[in-house]
């Protein structure tokens, strides 16, 4: 009797013991991503999101065609579950094994049956994220007769984007300035910027200053892009009230082919100059002739500006990195003695070289053969861009509502020509813009490179491998055999 109870009690204690072992496992795990490229790792914007999230979220995946990526966006999705403490919840539907679940899904949210698609919902709100939305595809041999291949992909960019829009209480809204000739966020050649600030859950509108008594209230951001004539005094005054009154956010491209004076003296007023120059450099440049692209010496006008690593806790990850400016771009400079009296602090976002130098003088037709002048002239390296905080307190601990500005000496960057010259440009913008309406944690996600795994092997290695698998293994499985067979004989 007394040995059947101690078995019994062992065999309690054992159960109990790997009980407790997977209940902790389950609540306690850890993962860690071994791909060659960290194909799994998520982003920092991505891991804040999913930490942040306060109620479920479910995510369905519908992929009956484009099976090129559906593994890829499965396994990213249950990193996503993993990182939100289950907080989404992922199913997967195949619609050729549960023709049920795929037509009811179907007719709930209205889709086709060749759509490739994850729907996110979260509080009764949905989106969808195509499978187009998640890659990088690349055209290079349709001439060929070649089909269009995936160059990278894009999933946690288009996921979190979404993901963002359904979660985010209150949307963004910027305010884009008009009547001056500005670039518009709805014109075709700034689709580019516009589709990426809709991915980012913020909403660009036309204000006309002159149509209003102030700036509305539910503004999060005024963004002015590129003006080609001056802003009138009351403009200004609207300006000046919503930065010092309320502590307004602004993003201000001005580029260095416009004069605007009353602008520029409201900006010195807070201690930053604009010197109404352009920024050129002398030396070797691209050039067509001929139809072909060829070196050729003379002045470049197309400033190329480096980001500091000082810039960080602004761009983030585009800190360090060069950014191409299109087009005609002016300097800036900072009277640090006015910025401190209005208790503005700067920080230094894109700067030049020593060999550019800012043209104060000169016609448009003249710029191929400028020369410098030492007397007018500004030397480099020149101040292509800055950001400003009006306010506050230093100490990360407290936090304190700032007025915020972007002010850059270009605006062409953030064409569709821009952007395809220069893509640090746009994460310069959606950088700058999360940190003008307090994200800052919300940074870019770059798309990962597809790579083909190759496995190159020489001469003694192959011979190697053939002789472990064609010798060394079975050889081993033959003297286990025999050494079974001889245990069993005796």
Known sequence: MAIGLNVAAQALLFAAIIALVNYINFRHFKRWDFSRNQKYALAPLTKNLLS?????????????SYQVIAPDVVSLLREYEY???????VEVVDPYRNLLRAKELS???????????????YEGRSKFVNASDMTVVENSGSMLGQGPTIRAFKGEEALTSALLEITEEKQSKLQFLSGHGEASPVAQDHSGIKAFIDRQNMKAEILNLNNVDAVPEDTSAIVLLGPKADLSEREIKLLSDYWTSRNGRMFLALPGNVKTPRLAAWLASLGVNLHQDVVLKSGTKLVLQGGQPVLRSGIDST???????????????????????????????VDSAKAAADKIRS??????????WGKTEYAAGDLETASKDPQKDRSGPLTLALALERGGIQDPRVKVETGRMILTGNSGFLSNDGLRASEVG???AVNSLNWLINREQLAGIPPKAKQALSLSLNENQMGSLALAVMGIIPGLAAVIGLGVWWSRRN
């Open 52 to 64: 942040g999230l306060k109620k479920p979220v479910t995510a369905i995946v519908f992929f009956p």
């Open 83 to 89: 990182a939100s403490d289950r907080k989404i919840s």
């Open 107 to 121: 007719e709930k949210y209205k889709f086709g049956a060749d759509d490739n698609i994850v729907i996110l919902g």
């Open 303 to 333: 400033a190329v500006g480096f980001t500091p690593p000082l810039a960080k806790p602004v761009l983030k990850d585009v800190a360090g990195l060069d950014l191409k400016l299109a087009g005609l771009t002016q300097s800036l400079s």
């Open 347 to 356: 920080t230094l976002l894109v700067t030049t070289s020593a060999d550019y």
């Open 426 to 428: 746009l994460d310069f």
